[in-house]
């Protein structure tokens, strides 16, 4: 079974940054999209970023500019590197996996916490 093992959450100061990463267990057989979704409390679980192979980007509105997702498909591995971070950028942080065949794999979620 697949397991995504995201890195790289903490805590940082209004206007810092910080890059997640996420790394599948084993290799996934032909990945469509690698993305990244965050939950704050008391919300619903949002789409932050995701990227297609050979596709444009797509952002949520609240990020865009300041986030950038990028995939390795060799690696099995996505990144999130956040930058000019704000306390509503507080959330637990998911990424998922779909592969051609619509299988979706998510990880466990990381903490990430702006504030000073």
């Known amino acids: 079974q697949v397991q995504l093992v995201e890195s790289g959450g903490g805590l940082v100061q209004p206007g810092g940054s910080l890059r997640l990463s996420c790394a599948a267990s084993?290799?996934?057989?032909?990945?469509?999209?690698m993305g990244w979704y965050r939950q704050a409390p008391g919300k619903q679980r949002e789409l932050v970023a995701e990227i297609g192979t050979g596709g444009t980007p797509k952002y949520a509105d609240s990020v865009k500019g300041r986030f950038t997702v990028s995939g390795d498909v060799a690696k099995n591995t996505v990144y999130l590197q956040m930058s000019i971070l704000k306390p509503d950028d507080t959330a637990v942080y998911y990424c998922?996996?779909?592969?051609?065949?619509?299988?979706?794999?998510w990880g466990q979620g990381t903490q990430v916490t702006v504030s000073s």
């Open positions: 084993r290799s996934i057989y032909s990945i469509n999209v």
């Open positions: 998922k996996i779909r592969d051609a065949l619509m299988r979706i794999y």
